[in-house]
């Protein structure tokens, strides 16, 4: 009973700390295109951080030329749930 009730604690004790990977993505849009989604931080702030010097930034030329405002925003994400995607090499 003893080694069960420890296991079930264990389990919960990683699964919140091992599992529960929480982070930050910093979302990229360039006009009304999503540029990246990729980036991940630990750190609200820095993920803030880098978003606000993205925002601040003068308009920059899309593929068309046309002159755009970059946009940037952080985003809570769990990435312990994606599943990643695999190349077809990989499979």
Request: aromatic share 10%.
């Amino acid at each position: 009973m003893k080694k069960i009730k420890f296991l079930s604690i264990f389990l919960i004790f990683f699964s919140s700390v091992a599992l529960g990977d929480d982070k930050y993505t910093l979302i990229v849009m360039l006009g009304d295109k999503l540029l990246d989604k990729n980036i991940y931080f630990k750190d609200k702030n820095k993920c803030t951080y880098f978003a606000n010097k993205m925002n601040n930034h003068p308009p920059i030329p899309n593929k068309e030329g046309k002159m755009e405002k970059m946009k940037a925003y952080c985003k809570l994400v769990n990435t312990s749930t994606e599943i990643p995607k695999l190349k077809q090499e990989q499979i």
